[in-house]
């Protein structure tokens, strides 16, 4: 059974940083594109960053323009772990962040939240004004 955990969430002032961790167990972790989304209150859940499964060493990142520049998806195969890196926050940015993994074994991510089959529990991220 595939399970992913998330953590790193916490409250920070604007302007300020988080790394968020997300670790997978069951399933071949390095075989899947991953993905990090976000769910605020009275939103629907969107996509905030991917990142492809590997060819080789190399991978492609995919961002929402609206964290593109501030926020930095990486992946440890040996680790089983997908990172989130966030810069510059802003209270915008704050809702509950899940890390989810692609359906089937696709080298590259999507944006849409209905190709992905297992979700993390969110981990909540706070930006205070």
């Known amino acids: 059974q595939v399970q992913l955990v998330e953590s790193g969430g916490g409250l920070v002032q604007t302007g300020g940083s988080l790394r968020l961790s997300c670790a997978a167990s069951?399933?071949?972790?390095?075989?899947?594109?991953m993905g990090w989304f976000r769910q605020a209150p009275g939103k629907e859940r969107e996509f905030v960053a991917a990142?492809?499964?590997?060819?080789?060493?190399?991978?492609?990142?995919d961002y929402a323009d609206s964290v593109k520049g501030r926020f930095a998806i990486s992946r440890d195969n040996a680790k089983n772990t997908v990172y989130l890196q966030m810069n510059g926050l802003k209270p915008e940015d704050t809702a509950v962040y899940y890390c989810?993994?692609?359906?089937?074994?696709?080298?590259?991510?999507?944006?849409?939240?209905?190709?992905?089959?297992?979700w993390g529990q969110g981990t909540q991220v706070t930006v205070s004004s």
């Open positions: 989810a993994r692609r359906r089937g074994t696709y080298y590259s991510s999507t944006r849409d939240p209905y190709d992905y089959d297992y």
């Open positions: 069951g399933g071949t972790f390095s075989s899947y594109a």
């Open positions: 990142i492809s499964r590997s060819d080789g060493n190399i991978y492609y990142a």
